[in-house]
């Protein structure tokens, strides 16, 4: 690690990495990546992969349309691609109130241009097959949303990476600033821009940097069925029993579905808890009868990042004016790139044309790091409040 840098972003996973590409598309000469560990290593390869454009408010909408038209032309940018594969998402309802919450964000949706429609429980049923029926009140659908293979994104960040020209230094780490640009574990590197990522460990990379960063890390599981040939891909659109928390969608011949225990403490955890697995395999059942006889072909566990809003940091670094603050707040996938664009853009330029990031950045959280801005209404039951570290 020697020179100057026009450039160095901290952090290999998916924003990093696609805001070090887009910095350098953008035409900077010289721009390093530094990851601690491996590209990938950390939520991004371990993810589910789920792209939702029916967002919860108009930034997750249109954090979710922009990345997933990145999605439909990396082939042509890049060469490779993330694997999107467009599978169609249902939001079932339950309850009449519900209903009124997926009405009034369906608006909101299609005055962003979502083609989202909303189904009538007969539709539901038909267009589900595999759902128990007569279960749900109808629910919203759009056959845009699908879903990417997390292993193919890092395998596609890493050729856009190599392809472009950027200096990826793996197994080195930030270690925090310096006066005119950063420390890291192999010596220090002039930087004209710093951008931090870290995902779950963000609020630890922000600490080197002298920043409070409130995100937060929490287990997160999934796993994937054996095969059915009832849960074939043409009959399986990707659902999310939001009330629950609980998601699927097909995987190879079988079901892949993911949920967090929202009453388990925050903090790092790769370990498999077989408690909550049965739990989440009894909702499943009850709303999916078919999987309720099939073993599991995979499981895992990973911490997945959050932040106390379910919405993303996209920010200037507060009293340091050349470093920019990156988080997808636990929806990587779906927003990534996005994300990454529009930090590489407030890197460059103080704005961006993805979206208006204003409300965005660090200053909407107080000294505690409770924000002052209501909470995505569609996210997955992450807690509220950021584990002391
Ligand atoms: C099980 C699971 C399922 C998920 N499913 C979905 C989904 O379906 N849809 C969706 O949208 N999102 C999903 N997510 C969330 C998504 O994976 C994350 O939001 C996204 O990967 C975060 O990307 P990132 O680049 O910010 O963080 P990461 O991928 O965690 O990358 C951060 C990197 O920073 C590195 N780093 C940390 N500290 C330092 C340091 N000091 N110096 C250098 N490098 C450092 C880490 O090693 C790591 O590689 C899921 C997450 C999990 C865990």
Request: hydrophobic residues 40%; aromatic residues 6%.
């Amino acid at each position: 690690m020697s020179g100057t840098a026009d450039a160095v972003v901290v952090g290999g996973g998916t924003v990093g990495a696609w805001c070090a590409y887009f910095l350098r598309r953008a035409g900077l000469a010289r721009v390093v990546l530094v990851e601690k560990g491996f590209l990938g290593q950390g939520a991004s390869s371990r993810a589910a992969g789920v792209v939702r454009t029916q967002g919860g408010t108009a930034e997750a909408v249109r954090l979710g349309q922009w990345s997933r038209r990145f999605y439909l032309r990396q082939h042509d940018e890049i060469g490779t691609d993330s694997g999107f594969t467009e599978q169609g998402y249902l939001l079932p309802c339950f309850t009449p109130s519900d209903v009124g919450a997926a009405r009034d964000r369906m608006a909101m949706q299609s005055a962003l241009g979502v083609p989202v429609r909303w189904l009538r429980p007969d539709e539901v049923d038909a267009a589900n097959p595999t759902l128990a029926p007569g279960q749900t009140l109808g629910g919203t659908f759009c056959a845009q949303d699908g879903f990417i293979s997390p292993p193919r994104n890092v395998a596609a960040y890493t050729a856009a990476l190599i392809r472009s020209g950027i200096e990826v230094r793996e197994h080195v780490a930030f270690r925090g600033l310096t006066g005119s640009g950063v420390d890291t574990s192999r010596g220090r590197i002039g930087a004209g821009l710093v951008v931090l990522t870290g995902g779950p460990k963000l609020a630890a990379v922000g600490r080197l940097a002298g920043l409070r960063i409130p995100v937060g890390g929490a287990r997160h599981q999934v796993a994937v069925t054996e095969r059915h040939p009832e849960l074939d891909p043409s009959r399986v659109p990707m659902v999310f029993d939001l009330a629950a928390g609980l998601y699927w969608r097909p995987e190879e011949g079988g079901l892949l579905f993911g949920m967090s225990n929202p009453d388990e403490p925050p903090g790092d955890n790769r370990e498999v808890d077989e408690d909550y697995l049965a739990a989440m395999r009894a909702r499943l059942a009850r709303l999916v009868p078919v999987t309720a006889g099939l073993g599991l072909r995979r499981i895992w566990a990973a911490t997945i990042d959050y932040t106390p809003d379910h919405l993303p940091i996209i920010g200037p670094a507060p009293g340091l004016d050349r470093v920019t603050v990156a988080c997808a707040g636990g929806a990587g996938m779906m927003w990534g790139p996005a994300v990454a664009r529009a930090a590489a853009d407030v890197a460059l330029t103080g704005s961006s044309e993805v979206l208006d990031v204003s409300p965005l950045g660090l200053d909407r959280f107080d000294e505690t790091g409770r924000s002052r801005r209501a909470a995505d209404p569609i996210a997955l039951p992450f807690p509220e409040k950021i584990a002391s570290p």
